[in-house]
């Protein structure tokens, strides 16, 4: 098992996101607390370009999809250029793709060699139900990609719903 990590940058109004190792939802705390973060302030972002390299990823679940699916939302939502996303591994661009993330980030095979010096994010202490709320928003964001993922994501969508306390 390759240990999770998250490392970030903010360069000349460009924000690099790098991914490593198996993504769970068990190590997603960071990753959502860093988006609501850069993007839930009620000026511009930070981020002018966004660019995500997957390319050492070597498992990724729902959740951390969602995140992006999430974060590219946010771009969207924010007037800013889909995010680029750098992906080497056939199987997960074959996921990410499948969950019609290919329609709101552009995919490249070949990460720009950039000399940014990354920031590991570290996770955030959430509760547990702060982690429900995460990995319902996550959910929530992928059933607004395709009615395909609706079917294959309302059910758990449902569940969380049902099983979280209302705030």
Known sequence: ???????????????????IGELRYTNASG??????????????????QVVVDIT??????STHIG???????HCQ????PR???FSRDDEIEHLLRG???DQVFDFAAQPRVQHTELTEVEPAAYQDQQQGQMILRAHQA??????????????VVDLLKQQLPED
């Open 31 to 48: 990753m959502d607390d860093l988006l609501e973060r850069l993007f839930q302030q009620q000026q511009q972002p930070l981020c002018g």
């Open 56 to 61: 050492e990823v070597t498992f990724i679940d």
């Open 83 to 85: 995010p680029l996303l």
């Open 1 to 19: 098992m390759t240990e999770a990590q998250i490392l970030f940058a903010c360069q000349k109004d460009h924000c690099y996101f790098k991914l």
């Open 142 to 155: 992928l059933l607004d990609l395709s009615d395909k993922n609706r079917a294959e994501f309302q059910s």
């Open 99 to 101: 969950l019609c993330l």
């Open 67 to 73: 995140l992006l699916a999430s974060l590219a939302r």
């Open 77 to 80: 939502q924010h007037k800013l």
